[in-house]
């Protein structure tokens, strides 16, 4: 019988995302031994109790005895020195980030674990099926504007014009934060009333050839009053906009971080973030305002002169862990029973079952695989 381990995930206080008792009840029928970490979901109010009362198979361990078992589960990717924990031949579930973290790949290739990536596990149709757009776009855009109504204090009623969100990046993640961005130009469906005497809400969404363009990102961003990084780069090593551009923004604007990419100086070329200067958040530490100690975080080759008020968090779903895991939950438990169901080579593009697909591409194979086709078509290109 296999074993599946589940530890909790000690990177923050702020972090409480364990998987919820209703979760382990759809997994009671299953052939698999399941092991949770002490303390497994006390964060969120939960005790050892409720957990047992809906999965009798569960046994409370050691975070070193979850890492050693055939399959191990935990949404944000573990340290390396957990990873060393983990056998030769195991799986290993989490948010692994698979383009952006060289290095972990690295790391799991060489200690012979199967990494299946739940931000890569897409479907048919390369849409993802592990994610939650709202709980990372709507619980970003929440707080940007919080911290723009705390600057609005100081401009007069007769001064206010409709507040300007710009956004850079035209995926799911930015499409869902102009929708949530666009309640707020409606004092009746503001419950905070946040900005009750505002003009309304434009949203600008700019595609590359736009961002690219230095005199139009200029004209754009001295009317901007929130600005929206919800890119993905093809190339994470270079930012998108310079600090330079940064001192057009208004002195009140506040720069909303909707990526999870951080810095990353143990590679080179080094991993930087596509606003340059900007600090880093956690969900310790969201709002990061001029001056604060973090910016000292920032890489000392990369300008930070020109500074505003920045969310950010490296966690946005983590805000409502409950409603956040709920999701998850509904979301990985079909993945979930195939890895107990299967062995590691049964997983191709090529197999009858949607979910086997899936998965598959959420390894690092397929994810190198694709790499390599994408290099074979840019020679295809040159010659």
């Known amino acids: 019988m296999k074993t ?7 990177k923050e206080i702020n972090e409480k995302r364990d998987f919820l008792p209703s979760f382990f009840n759809m997994l009671s029928n299953e052939k698999v031994q399941i092991f949770l970490e002490e ?3 006390s964060a969120l109010g939960y005790t050892k109790e409720d957990y047992l009362k809906l999965n009798t198979k569960i046994k409370f361990v050691s975070n070193r005895e979850c890492y050693e078992k055939d399959i191990v589960l935990v949404l944000r990717s573990p340290e390396f020195e957990e990873i060393d924990y983990m056998r030769k031949g195991s799986i290993l579930l989490s948010m692994l ?3 952006t973290r060289s290095t972990r790949v690295d790391k799991l290739k060489e200690k012979g674990i199967f990494g299946v990536s ?3 596990i897409r479907n048919d149709f390369s849409e993802r099926i592990v994610v939650d757009y709202d709980g990372t776009s709507g619980n970003g855009i929440n707080a940007a504007f919080t911290e723009l109504a705390q600057n609005y204090k100081s401009i007069s009623t007769q001064e206010r014009k409709p507040i300007v969100v710009t956004i850079m ?3 799911r993640v930015g499409l869902t934060a102009a929708r949530q ?3 707020y130009g409606y004092n009746k469906e503001n419950e905070n009333k946040l900005l009750e005497k505002t003009k309304g809400v434009l949203v600008n969404m700019l595609p590359r050839n736009i961002t690219d363009d230095k005199k139009q990102m200029i004209k754009i961003l001295k009317k901007t009053d929130i600005l929206v990084d919800a890119t993905t780069r093809d190339d994470a090593t270079q930012y998108i906009v310079s600090n330079e551009l940064l001192g057009h923004l208004k002195k009140h604007s506040i720069i909303l971080d909707l990526t999870s990419d951080p810095y990353l100086t143990d590679i080179y070329p080094p991993q930087v973030k596509a606003i340059e200067g900007i600090p880093h958040g956690t969900l310790d530490k969201i709002v990061i305002y001029p001056g604060d100690n973090v910016y000292n975080s920032v890489p000392e080759w990369l300008k930070s002169l020109n500074q505003r008020t920045v969310v950010s968090c490296n966690a946005w779903p983590g805000v409502n862990p409950k409603g956040c895991m709920d999701l998850y939950g509904k979301q990985l438990i079909y993945i979930v029973q195939n890895l107990i169901g299967h062995s590691t080579s049964d997983f191709n593009l090529y197999n009858n079952d949607y ?4 998965i598959y591409r959420g390894t690092i194979e397929c ?3 694709s790499l390599n086709n994408y290099a074979d078509e840019i020679i295809d290109v040159v010659i």
């Open 4 to 10: 599946i381990g589940f530890p909790r995930m000690h």
């Open 39 to 41: 303390g497994y979901g």
């Open 97 to 99: 980030h698979y383009p």
């Open 118 to 120: 739940m931000d890569s």
């Open 169 to 171: 990046g035209m995926g």
């Open 181 to 183: 961005a666009g309640k």
């Open 355 to 358: 979910f086997n697909r899936a």
């Open 367 to 369: 994810f190198e695989e």
